[in-house]
């Protein structure tokens, strides 16, 4: 009755799915995927209709899910140690020791808190016959959690009322679940989201789970360890003592001195950190001995090993071709079983016998007698279609869908009342990977009758290592990312404004007169025609001075900085971005030109939101003076008056001023230096001595009593103003 009723219910998200698409494209939910070698950044394909679970269904799952993860806990210290499931029998060495997952770098080595799973994805299926089944278990990096997380939050706004007739258990937990686990494990100190870089396919979740956190998202270039222990270096240089990272990536590239010792993505010296108890690494090293798509075949056995219980959840039913029998089982029923590579992932290496052609089974099975290790093979289970909204037709069509399940472990193990459920993008297709092109829905856990609403977790409020010790968590990286965000935004917002002023002239017939604001921002002046100049100037990708090559170059030093500046916050950027990529495409409507105002406005709003916003105000004044000295760089390049120049000098002056004492990162002080260098050749010498007079305050260390009288001065009207601008009625160099 529930069910039916949330089913009934839910059907009114498919009215809203547009909307839904564009917050979530607006706050950058994406994931990347690599062609041909380069990267893209894509929208995950969201479908309205949920995944519905009924309260007294998923309380069994729970259990089994519970019941499976603290087996898989128990094996991953079993295995580093004592090997009992070896020396007993249960599991033949032969595939512990030959497990691409197995590390004995990591041998006689127990994780702080004895956990090894800190967040286990469990992938599952549903038969057509209601059953679940477990496929596989994802020990290492899962990743997947922060969608629905985040899709649920705009689900819960754009239809409020939904959400107060259905009763859905609340999935806002994940995150405290999380920073539970990573202060239980801690070894004293800060926590971090380890993440390789930008250009990982799941930066975006990353970056939003540190923000959620309130963990600090670092860069491998961004620690360092020292006599076994591990440091986050600000950007002053300071070193702050780490007592946990979550990190997210593979083993191989964690340490270049323990593992890959070509990786340029690790943390020297790490696992020595880590061996030594002196910090903890969720999840840990060498989990992937337990997650090996062999190793799963034993997973049962280890529940009644380790836990003296019946296995709750069922494995679909697997073959190992390292039997004999089981080999001979394959092989005769090779076009009936799906086979899977036991090293590969995210869909990759899974084939249905089905598929082959008599060629094509036969170099398969030629394959698996040589390298019987290297693969397993499974029942095709008929798993449960569920419908989705065809984004051409608008028409509900069935696909095969899973859930991957999140399991976090702590001081106790607890699963998430959510889950990811991906569908396939096409009809009857069973690989749903989003790296596949499939896309994904909100799963909903139902409340039983009676049952309370109120979270246990929604109460516990998280507090972020940035507020506990604000500026000093800032990376000499990030410093210069927000003050090339603060230039690059400014250089998007002033060009185009000042561009306007040039095309009316141009349509008053003045076909030249874009020819003096294209050489001011060194730009080509030999253009074919006008048109041609709006195109390279608005949107040629390819011109790193154009406002569309800047537009990139802002948004990609924003969404490095999600966790300081939130994503609320950073939406403005994406919007903006989202803007001049919709101008791009209709770059040949001549009304286009207008459209170029939405820009603006976005990041006015972006900036109104930082000034606004609780963020620490040393961060403000970091993308704030990057956004003044562009200003000031961009006016004198297009000779504007003293009375112009006024408020961004005044503006710089005062957001310097709040750096009081701190060290002065060395992107502010060579880009003063390089803009002072400019100036007399420009006809602005009066300019250059306020900014030379501005340097001797912002050296070393920003000296705010130095700075004080420029501000003061910088408050006069303009005839008291001539010591630091002279009036160009007087012959000034300021046009």
């Known amino acids: 009755m529930i069910e039916s009723k949330a089913q009934k219910m839910a059907s009114e998200l498919v009215d809203r799915r547009a909307a839904i698409n564009r917050e979530l494209s607006r706050n950058g939910v994406r994931f990347g995927i690599y062609k041909n070698g380069q990267y893209h ?98 020990l290492r990096i899962p990743s997947g959690a922060s969608y629905p997380l985040f899709v649920r939050d705009i689900e819960r706004r754009i239809s409020p009322r939904l959400f107060r007739d259905v009763r ?19 070894t004293e ?22 923000e959620k956190t309130g963990a600090v998202l670092a860069f491998p270039e961004d620690l360092e360890v020292e006599n076994n222990e591990l440091y986050f270096i600000d950007y002053s240089g300071r070193k702050h003592r780490v007592g946990v990272v979550y990190r997210r990536l593979s083993d191989e590239y964690l340490d270049p001195f323990a593992f890959n010792a070509d990786s340029v993505i690790g943390v020297p010296g790490l696992l020595g950190a880590y061996r030594a108890g002196n910090v903890a690494i969720m999840n840990a090293p060498g989990n992937g001995a337990a997650d090996d798509k062999a190793i799963y075949y034993f997973v049962p056995a280890m529940v009644q090993y380790y836990l003296h219980e019946d296995p709750i959840l069922h494995n679909a039913p697997t073959y190992m071709p390292m039997f004999s029998e089981d080999r001979k089982t394959v ?19 899974v084939v249905f016998g089905s598929s082959l052609d008599a060629r094509q ?46 399991v976090v472990t702590g001081p106790d193990t607890h699963v998430w009342y959510s889950g990811l459920t991906r569908y396939s993008s096409v009809p009857g297709q069973m690989i749903v990977n989003s790296s596949q092109g499939g896309g994904f829905k909100d799963t909903w856990v139902l409340a039983g009758e009676g049952e309370s609403l109120e979270n246990e977790w929604a109460s516990k409020r998280i507090i972020a290592d940035s507020e506990r010790h ?57 253009f074919e025609d006008f048109d041609t100049f709006i195109h390279t100037f608005l949107y040629d990708k390819n011109n790193p001075n154009s406002v569309r090559s800047a537009m990139d170059c802002a948004f990609n030093n924003a969404v490095i900085l999600r966790p300081e500046l939130t994503s609320r916050v950073l939406q403005y950027v994406e919007m903006a971005l989202s803007s001049i990529a919709d101008a791009t495409a209709l770059s040949s409507d001549a009304e286009d030109i207008y459209a170029q105002r939405d820009v603006n406005d976005d ?41 112009e120049l006024r408020a961004p000098i005044h503006k710089l002056v005062s957001y310097a001023m709040t750096l009081d004492g701190m060290p002065v990162p060395e992107c502010f002080a060579s880009g003063l230096r390089w803009l002072i260098g400019q100036l007399p050749n420009r006809g602005y010498e009066e300019l250059a001595k306020t900014l030379k007079r501005f340097q001797e305050g912002f050296n070393d260390r920003v000296a705010a009593e130095t700075l004080r009288p420029l501000a003061e001065v910088n408050t006069m009207n303009l005839a008291c103003s001539k010591a630091l601008l002279s009036d160009p009625d007087e012959g000034s160099g300021i046009r």
């Open 470 to 526: 604000s500026l000093s968590l800032l990376t000499a990286s990030k410093a210069d990312n927000l003050y090339w965000l603060g230039r690059y935004t400014e250089r998007v917002f002033t060009t185009l404004t000042r561009f306007f002023p040039f095309y009316d002239q141009v349509m008053d017939t003045d076909v030249d007169a874009f020819r003096p604001f294209a050489r001011a921002l060194d730009l080509p002046e030999d």
């Open 603 to 643: 990041l006015l709003a972006f900036w109104g939101a930082i000034e606004n916003s609780t963020i620490d105000q040393t961060l403000k004044a970091f993308l704030f003076i990057g956004k003044y000295l562009e200003r000031l760089d961009l006016y004198t390049r297009l000779a504007v008056s003293a009375d």
């Open 331 to 349: 092989l005769d029923r090779l076009g009936e079983l799906v086979i899977k590579d036991v090293a590969e992932a995210g869909g990759y290496g």
């Open 189 to 210: 100190g800060i926590a971090v989201v380890l993440t390789p870089g930008r250009f990982n396919s799941a930066f975006f979740e990353h970056a939003y789970l540190a």
């Open 168 to 186: 859905v258990r609340d999935n806002r937990a994940y995150p405290t679940m999380l920073r539970r686990s990573m202060d239980f494990v801690s």
């Open 361 to 406: 089974r036969e170099e398969l099975a030629d394959k698996i007698k040589a390298e019987p290790r290297r693969f397993i093979a499974q029942e095709v289970i008929q798993f449960r279609d569920i419908d989705v909204v065809d984004p051409a037709t608008g028409r509900m069509e069935p696909r095969k869908a899973d859930l991957r399940a999140f």
């Open 41 to 138: 950044d894509q929208l995950f394909p969201y479908d309205p209709v949920p995944r519905i679970i009924a309260s007294d269904e998923f309380d069994e799952l729970e259990r089994g899910l519970k019941q499976r993860v603290d087996a898989l806990n128990a094996y991953l210290k079993d295995v580093y140690s004592d090997k009992r499931i070896v020396h007993d029998g249960v599991i033949p060495e032969e595939y512990v020791y030959t497990s691409a997952g197995y590390f004995p770098q990591v041998n006689g080595v127990t994780p702080p808190g004895g956990v090894f799973a800190h967040i286990a994805g469990e992938d599952l299926v549903q038969g057509e016959d209601g059953k679940w089944w477990v496929l596989e278990d994802n």
